[in-house]
């Protein structure tokens, strides 16, 4: 199943809740990839991670500069994979 964003909202430290088509609701921790550096280096400043937008058709978030993440990633990212797969 493709996952679609509808809404993404960033939360304290380096959170994002993400609201899916389907009206489910996840947060998931980006610290370690902004950790890891490279083109997610500059989501490690609050001011640039808060301008985080959902990307064409719900299947990305996205920030200025170019950075994004795939909704079914994420979703994964949040879920166990026996969850995920139930879910």
Do not use: N
């Not at 996952?3 to 610290?31: C, F, H, N, S, W």
């Not at 079914?72 to 969850?83: I, R, V, Y």
């Amino acid at each position: 199943m493709l996952r679609t964003i509808v809404r993404a909202a960033p939360e304290a430290g380096q959170t994002i809740r993400l609201t899916y088509a389907d009206g489910k609701i996840v947060a998931v921790d980006l610290t370690s990839i902004i950790r890891q550096g490279g083109v997610f280096t500059a989501l490690g400043d609050p001011v640039v991670f808060e301008r985080v937008r959902i990307g064409e058709r719900g299947r990305y978030i996205e920030w200025p500069g170019g950075p994004d993440l795939c909704a079914d990633a994420l979703w994964l990212a949040a879920h166990s994979g026996d969850e995920a797969e139930a879910a």
